[in-house]
């Protein structure tokens, strides 16, 4: 199956299992302080055998396609540590996870579990917005001695901001399905008409500048 067809599979899935709230007037706060008219909680695909299925089995043809080197798995805490574990147990290979910080007590680790030193490891994230806790996974695998290869996601909301932050960093990634695709399934599907589909894509060419004032919190 090809990418494109894999991303149309994957987005129909997330909708069907309501892990995609879509609320043009009534727009999400992210922790950064983005205000978003979509959230993305991929969390609830472990809620789904037959999704969680579908993602890991999609991933780990796309792993073993662009990186048949890899040696382990790395998965972001939390959200991204169900699809590591998912993948790495399909791929036979070790796992460990990444904490947003080092842990203030015990060992006051920041990698959790153990690779081979030097090992070639390929990091699994949820959702990629800015890019920034995939690259972070990143840096503090490089720190303990392990050897990225690359980033795998669920999905992207394909900023220019992560495409380049990505580039700047030389860490290729890939997402099985992006933010353009869930938008044409989703108004394909009369989930959003026109007018909430155009905010939605001026939301996504400039996500730190987004119009709508004094939004809820979301949590």
């Known amino acids: ?21 879509l609320r043009p007037e009534e727009p999400f706060v992210w922790t950064s302080g983005i205000r978003s008219p979509i959230y993305c909680d991929n969390r609830l695909i472990i ?11 999609a991933m780990v043809e796309e792993i073993r396609r662009r990186w048949p080197e890899v040696q382990g798995v790395a998965g972001t805490a939390t959200a991204g540590i ?12 070790p796992m460990v996870y990444v904490r947003d910080k080092a842990k203030g007590h015990g060992t ?3 990698v959790e579990g ?37 980033v795998a996601a669920v999905v992207t909301y394909e900023f220019t901001e992560a495409k380049d932050a ?13 933010y353009s695709t ?24 400039d996500p730190h500048h987004w119009p709508p004032a004094r939004p809820p919190q979301f949590s």
């Open 47 to 57: 809620s789904y055998p037959r999704v969680r299925e579908a993602v890991a089995d």
């Open 166 to 178: 990505f580039a700047r960093a030389g860490v290729p990634w890939f997402a099985l399905t992006d």
């Open 182 to 205: 869930l938008i044409e399934v989703a108004t394909e599907r009369g989930l959003v008409t026109e007018d909430q589909r155009r905010i939605l894509e001026e939301f996504r060419s």
């Open 108 to 110: 006051a680790s920041r």
């Open 1 to 21: 199956m090809g990418m494109d067809s894999v991303a149309r599979l994957i987005a129909g899935h997330l909708l069907d299992i309501g892990a995609v709230f």
């Open 114 to 150: 153990r690779l081979p030193a030097g090992s070639k490891t390929v990091v699994v994230e949820d959702l990629i917005s800015t890019g920034g806790s995939a690259l972070g996974t990143v840096s503090a695998l490089r720190e303990v001695g392990y050897a990225p290869v690359g």
């Open 82 to 93: 169900p699809h590591a574990a998912w993948v790495a147990d399909r791929l036979r290979l």
